[in-house]
């Protein structure tokens, strides 16, 4: 099965969503929304989980957990429009669930295709596990998050940062940088076009590729301290992702 790309049509219903975000507009074109974007989606992600099956079977993750929803959740968000502009998707570890830990995503929009891997929003445990092994091994980690093709392809890593050192490492610690990111992740924009291609899928798998050896670090690293724990200890929290 190949994938023709999304319609161009695709892609000019987020742009029309973005200047009519409403209620009103969008319940009347929600059939045109399943047509346009999510079954083409979830089509894109079965191929996906096609070619993720030969390298890393861990991440397969089925079109109905791996896709998000376009509504926002405007709880805690400054945006109160009600829909996303963009429709993305998620491939987690079969150990941690969706939103867990390291993960690989993407996502179409009519501004760009994001492609990104990493922890997005680990919790406390899922953090401490990740520093302390950059302030065990970092010559470990470098090998990996300074791979030149990854870096050529994706870029420098992202993530916020604290101003300081936490206080449970030395500030004088070789992993001094690494140990202020409070998330950590890789990711690259491209054309909108390119979701308009047959070429999506490749595009997108061969940068999940050079994403798998950080993803996979970011959760071997969280597995093992989780299993480390002492059976009285609370296991390791799941960390929400993209």
């Known amino acids: 099965m190949k994938f023709p790309g999304f319609s161009p049509k695709a892609l000019s219903f987020f742009r029309q969503l973005e200047k009519n975000n409403s209620r009103d507009w969008f319940t009347p074109r929600k ?6 974007i999510r ?3 979830t089509q894109v992600i079965e191929l996906l989980n096609d070619k993720l099956r030969k390298v ?11 896709m998000y929803r376009l509504y926002h959740d405007t709880r805690f968000s400054k945006d109160k429009t009600p829909y996303k502009t963009h429709q993305g998707a998620t491939f987690h570890h079969q150990k941690f669930g ?36 950059w302030n065990n091994d970092l010559n470990g980690f470098e090998k990996i998050v300074k791979d030149k093709k990854l870096l050529k392809v994706m870029g420098d890593p992202h993530g916020k940062q604290l101003m300081r050192v936490p206080l449970e490492f030395k500030r004088s610690s070789p992993a001094a940088d690494y140990l202020r990111y409070k998330q950590f992740y890789f990711y690259t924009m491209l054309d909108a076009d390119v979701a308009t291609s047959p070429g999506l899928i490749q595009e997108v ?7 798998l050896p950080v993803v996979n670090y970011l959760n ?6 989780r299993e480390q ?7 390791l929290r799941p960390a929400p992702m993209f």
């Open 220 to 225: 071997d690293v969280t597995l093992k301290a």
């Open 98 to 133: 969706k939103n867990n830990a390291a993960g690989l995503y993407f996502s179409i929009s009519h501004k760009e295709v994001e492609v990104a891997g990493g922890m997005y929003m680990p919790g406390a445990d899922e953090l401490r596990a990740v520093r302390e092994a």
């Open 56 to 66: 890393a079977v861990e991440y397969v993750t089925s079109p109905k957990k791996a």
């Open 31 to 36: 059939e045109q929304y399943q047509d346009l």
């Open 205 to 211: 798998m061969t940068r999940f590729k050079l994403l």
């Open 39 to 41: 079954q083409p989606m």
């Open 229 to 235: 724990s002492a059976p009285d200890e609370s296991p």
